[in-house]
């Protein structure tokens, strides 16, 4: 694999050991999952960010967030609530206001994460 052709971030979300890949420009991040994962998807170009969950041929899932560089606070903390929907759904955790202490807490950790690794923000 060229060395360009990789995430520009990758974050372990506990307590599911999912990873989730950060990109910056979304041609990379389709011609990562063509050639790298060969999924192919037909991403919005029109998108000013997004969060996406694929399934591969193995039935893998793959989640990965389009995050560009003029990306701000308030649409990271949209996205990644976007991501935190698909780990919960994809690990049998219910969507509801029972667990929403749950959703909340994943939601707090990934977006601060996400910031750390982008250096945006103050986290």
Not at 34 to 62: N, P, Y
Request: charge should be negative; glycine fraction near 4%.
């Amino acid at each position: 694999m060229p060395k360009k052709l990789k995430p520009d971030a990758v974050i372990l979300v506990n307590p599911f050991q999912a990873q989730v890949a950060i990109f910056r420009d979304l041609e990379k991040l389709s011609k990562y999952h063509r050639k790298v994962l060969r999924i192919t998807v037909d991403f919005d170009r029109s998108a000013h960010a997004m969060a996406s969950e694929q399934v591969d041929e193995d039935g893998c899932r793959w989640w990965s967030l389009y995050l560009p560089e003029e990306t701000t606070l308030g649409t990271v903390v949209h996205e990644c609530s976007h991501m935190v929907d698909f780990l919960m759904e994809a690990h049998g955790v219910p969507l509801s206001v029972a667990n929403t202490e749950i959703r909340a807490y994943l939601l707090g950790v990934l977006f601060m994460d996400v910031c750390h690794e982008l250096k945006i923000g103050d986290a």
